[in-house]
């Protein structure tokens, strides 16, 4: 007869435990999510003492190694049958034919396919390829969360520049875009999703930007998000699904992108870069070295020591990949000579930024709220970043030619591109007409 057994502390653990006689077994109901890859519901093992005490103790071990050991055993099950699943699929494109499940080859398929099959299986003395033929293996569930993790492990090989930060924004909004689609229907399978579902996606995103304000930018990102994961399962396990047209004008009609708010050279000059002294020195550093090169925050705070060359003919620094962070764009690499306020910064760092090394949001937070608290914002659409579009500004009011001011502001020089660019000598003769004078 088997009694629980009744303590006064833990009582989570108390309720797994079981008497058989004088000794205590761990008794445990498995998971719902599990239960299809065990014969029982429950799963009782002899603990081997009749010590209430250590009963207590090897049963809280064990129930550790239980939850690993469900979720291992369930991924290698899964694995098991995606394995045999690409091999049918495989036999069947060897032998001429797309593969198909055993009910859609009864309810689908044209009869001359059918018979084709049929002969074709019944020739073979291959087990596998007769399997393959007439559709003995079910199609592998894949669902919404599962899809996500192969997404993401798929795209770790094309991330590998990417700073931990860098990697964390990345990878955070897609996952809030299959958290928010799971919410709105549930974890299904992909396999399962219908237009119906992703219509209902798109009303809650229209009411979302009704009620809260939000861009019918953002919805947009998260189609498209959902859309990368889901593509990528289906070419991965051959469900084939019509992606095409369950995605079909689902996107929003685009708002107007954010416009740009540059600050005036009389408002950076009188303003910002005047003592500010409620802040850090590294953080002042950041707002003149962003004043004389335009750089973004990303590749200022990621530079270092060798991207920093303070005692060469010309002191400058180097955008280029490395270590710390990876960089928004090819293009984005370049040499940017240090003139004025922002030779003045880089000398008194002493080369790099230390305490915001590799830190681009916490520099940049720190900074706006006290932009904010100190009211030093020409308006609440300006930031920080206010000071590269400013920089754009400034430069292109001297009109250098183009292919030098996109050499430095790292963007994209439409026309076909010959030798190594403007040279380090061309760059500053433009810049030593803005820069900013301490």
Known sequence: MCTTV???????????????????????????????????????????????????QRAGNFNLLLDDFWKDFALSKENTIHEQFQEVVLKAKMCGFQYITKQELVTQSSL???????????????????????????????YLSKAQDEYFAYEAGNKNEYSENQLKKWTNPRKKAIRNFIDLIGNQPISAITRKEMLEFRNWWIERITQEGLSSNSANKEFGFIRQIMALANDNYHLDLTIDQLFKNIRLKETEKNTRYPFSVDFIKKTLLQSQNGLNEEARLLIYAMADTGARISELTGLEAADVIL????????????????????????????????????????????????????????????????????SKHHSLYSLRHSFEDRLTAVEPPDKVQAALMGHKYVRPRYGSGPSLEQKRLWLDRIAFQM
């Not at 396919?113 to 020739?123: E, G, L, M, W, Y």
């Open 6 to 56: 009744v303590s006064s502390g833990g009582a989570i653990m108390v309720s797994y435990l079981r008497k058989r006689g004088k000794r205590f077994h761990f008794r445990k109901r498995v998971p719902k999510a599990y239960q299809k890859y065990f014969s029982k519901p429950v799963i009782q093992v002899p603990l081997d003492t009749d010590s209430e005490v250590i009963a207590l």
């Open 311 to 378: 005692d060469g003919v010309i002191p400058h620094i180097k955008i280029r990949p490395n270590q710390t962070r990876a960089l928004k764009t090819p293009q984005s690499e370049r040499d940017i000579p240090l003139v004025g306020v922002s030779l003045y910064a880089f000398r008194k760092l002493g080369g790099t930024f230390k305490r915001y090394h590799g830190k681009p949001d916490l520099i940049s937070s720190t900074i706006n709220k006290y932009f904010r608290e100190n009211d030093l914002l020409s």
């Open 112 to 142: 001359t396919d059918f018979v084709n099959r049929i002969n074709r299986a019944d020739s073979s003395a291959d087990k596998q390829t007769k399997t393959a033929l007439l559709g003995g293996v079910e199609k592998p569930v894949i």
